[in-house]
């Protein structure tokens, strides 16, 4: 079976590196997936999982934002940030979620900078709580 070389890496260190199979990942227009020989391209990645399918298992991954550029037999995945579903604090997340949530709803006398940090906060905790439930599944 075809595979390609997937790197994921933030700016504090390598996340991943492993021959895979496919690649799953939600860019800028929505779930985009790459499978070898894939065409080169480079775009925004959105805060969201990311799925890794090799060695017969699937491997989620919570990437809070960044870029994938695909060339034809590498993947690279560079992230703000990237955390495997064994690295992710549950009960951090939850609390995280909670917080992000309850400045939202007190958004009346908020200005739209702390708005949009609360909503990106928001997205990075709901996506390590789907990452880490996820963990039975690999």
Do not use: C, W
């Not at 492993?18 to 985009?32: M, N, P, Y």
């Not at 989620?60 to 550029?69: D, L, N, R, S």
């Amino acid at each position: 079976m075809n595979t390609f070389l997937l790197e994921i890496v933030t700016p504090e260190h390598l996340v991943y590196s492993k021959q895979v199979i496919s690649l799953t990942v939600k860019g800028a227009d929505g779930d985009l997936g790459i499978l070898p020989g894939h065409i080169p391209l480079v775009t925004p990645l959105q805060v969201a999982p990311m799925f890794i399918k090799a060695d017969g298992a699937t491997v989620t991954i919570a990437v809070h934002g960044g870029f994938v550029e695909v060339h034809k037999d590498k993947v690279t995945v560079l992230a703000e940030s990237a955390e495997l579903p064994t690295e992710i604090d549950v009960e951090r997340a939850e609390a995280a979620k909670e917080r992000a949530q309850r400045r939202l709803q007190a958004r009346s006398k908020q200005d739209e900078i702390d708005h949009r940090r609360a909503e990106l906060a928001l997205q990075r905790a709901v996506t390590r709580i789907k990452v880490s439930t996820r963990k039975g599944q690999q």
